[in-house]
């Protein structure tokens, strides 16, 4: 009995090993993405416009082309006047050298409208090929502006050295072509004419002027 019972206690305490205590791990704590992410500052473009005056010129040009209604000689214009207009709220402006005719309109209204030129000018095309001619400039508020705007009086055309009256549009011929004036710079915009575009023959020695014009920039 003895015996048995010294075996069963050397058995129990083989048996009770010591325990070592888990290590408490204590909890991260979760980062929101306000505390993780620092705050991004966009920037804001500023749309004020430029303050201060400029000087814009007007030319006048004649590109190089052939046509089908005969060898044109000379073409005079009687341009009388040149307005821009400055930009208005939220309008966009298009800054293009590429052709485009212009939109005729009687619409006397002059609000927002600068004049440049006020005075008649007659300019004959023809000679004015790869060259150009100064019609007028004015020192103005720097700014945005959206459209041009032109008035021709009167028009003759001399096709295979025979002098022909030009019917021109009746109302101010607007392009939809803008343009930023910088503080304290000149800017020059050029009106390209397309003669071979601008010119229609209604009939038998009758012509008609449709501008197809590029503003050209510089």
């Known amino acids: 009995m003895l015996l048995v ?15 070592t205590p888990t290590p408490t791990v204590t909890p991260v ?17 500023s749309q004020t416009p430029p303050v201060g005056q400029s000087t814009l010129i007007i030319a006048i040009k004649d590109a190089p082309k052939t046509t089908d209604i005969g060898t044109i000689t000379h ?16 309008q966009t402006i298009i800054d293009t050298d590429e052709e485009m005719t212009a939109t005729e309109s009687d619409d006397p209204d002059m609000t927002g409208w600068v004049v440049v030129v006020n005075q008649t000018h007659r300019v004959d095309l023809m000679q ?6 100064d019609i007028g400039q ?6 945005r502006y959206t ?17 022909y009256n030009l019917t021109v549009p009746s109302g ?34 009758e012509y008609m002027l449709k501008p197809v014009i590029a503003v050209i920039s510089g």
Request: charged letters at 15%.
């Open 5 to 19: 019972f010294s075996t069963i206690l050397f058995a129990g305490c083989t048996q009770q090993q010591p325990v």
């Open 29 to 45: 704590p979760t980062l929101t993405s306000a505390s993780t992410t620092a705050a991004t500052t966009v920037p804001t473009v």
């Open 75 to 90: 073409l005079w214009l009687n341009i009388s006047e040149v307005s821009v207009h400055r930009v208005s709220a939220n």
């Open 128 to 133: 004015l090929i790869n060259v150009s001619a």
């Open 138 to 143: 004015k020192t103005m508020d720097a700014g």
């Open 147 to 163: 459209q041009i705007r032109l008035k021709i009086d009167s028009g003759t055309i001399t096709v295979n050295d025979t002098e």
């Open 172 to 205: 101010v011929l607007r392009l939809n072509r803008g343009f930023v004036l910088e503080p304290d710079k000149t800017l020059k915009l050029t009106l390209d004419f397309n003669v071979e575009k601008s010119i229609i023959r209604t009939g038998t020695n």
